[in-house]
């Protein structure tokens, strides 16, 4: 057998093949990180008996470019339907179905925070590395809106019933805008609806939709759209909300007086009051000693 010379040039380095696929689901993936917000928020895990089961997204036709992403981005038989049918909200809704039944598939997904059955008060942010611009741009697609309101005001928002989710959503933005968001449930649903108006809905919309990922392509024309809107030059800017801490309950309890607690707490009289009743009315905790 003929030795290879030593010296001889190397026909190609393995550095210069083509990179492998990512595994699927591997959520440092933008792509699956993406895939895996959207399904988090909009899928359902059913199980079926014995070991079948099947993993569904059912969302408007006209979307159903991402179901063949997702098709595209997963290494096992998965199929898309559509229908028509009567719904609350329309005589004929046009609708496309995306299914996965393979086990495996199944398993993954659930290991990373997809539970069988009902899942939107449960569900929360995955506990491996993830990237997060891709997976909140996921969940703000499948549960959230972004556009202009009537008066032609930017805005974007989100709306889940998981406290972890409308929390994280909350954390998340602020690194990005600098806006403080407190996730509360309101009072006719019982879910969170976190929402950003002005430059934050265009400084968030322009961080989470950036050229060329993965997205619906109604929302990501509207992430650009928002971006046109200036602040007009009569419009004046909101100050930052001042919250108020277990020290501020306390002082303005020993003054119980609205007058003088405003001046001592350099706030508003009006707020002083509203939150003097809050606390006496119990609507607000009784800060401890």
């Known amino acids: 057998m003929v030795e290879q ?33 959207f399904l988090q928020a909009d899928g359902h895990l059913a199980q079926g008996s014995g070991q079948k089961g099947r993993l569904t997204a059912e969302i408007n036709a006209r979307d159903a470019h991402i179901l063949h992403e997702f098709q595209r981005l997963t290494p096992y038989n998965s199929s898309i339907t559509e229908r028509v049918r009567a719904t609350n909200f329309a005589k004929e809704h046009h609708s496309a179905t995306w299914t996965l039944c393979a086990l495996e598939a199944r398993t993954i997904v659930n290991r990373l925070g997809i539970p069988y059955g009902k899942k939107s008060w449960i569900i929360k942010p995955p506990r491996v590395e993830f990237s997060r611009p891709d997976y909140i741009r996921g969940a703000i697609d499948a549960d959230g809106s972004l556009g202009w309101t009537a008066e032609g005001i930017p805005f974007l928002s989100f709306t889940s019933a998981s406290t972890a989710m409308a929390v994280y959503l909350c954390h998340y933005a602020k690194k990005i805008t600098g806006a403080e968001r407190i996730a509360r449930r309101n009072a006719r649903d019982q879910v969170y609806v976190i929402t950003y108006y002005k430059e934050q809905a265009q400084q968030l919309a322009r961080h989470l939709y950036y050229p060329g990922c ?8 509207n992430a650009a759209s928002i971006q046109t809107w200036v602040r007009p030059a009569d419009m004046k800017f909101a100050p930052p909300r001042k919250r108020w801490t277990a020290a501020d309950d306390r002082e303005l309890l020993r003054r119980g007086d609205p007058a003088t607690a405003a001046t001592a707490l350099d706030r508003t009289e009006q707020s002083c009051a509203m939150r003097l009743w809050r606390l006496r009315t119990g609507q607000t905790p009784t800060p401890a000693e």
Request: proline share 12%; no cysteine.
């Open 214 to 221: 993965l997205g619906l392509d109604h929302k990501k024309a």
């Open 5 to 37: 010379d030593p010296s001889a040039p190397t026909l190609f380095d393995l550095g210069d093949l083509a990179p492998t696929a990512p595994t699927f689901m591997d959520l440092e993936d933008p792509n699956y990180a993406y895939m895996f917000g």
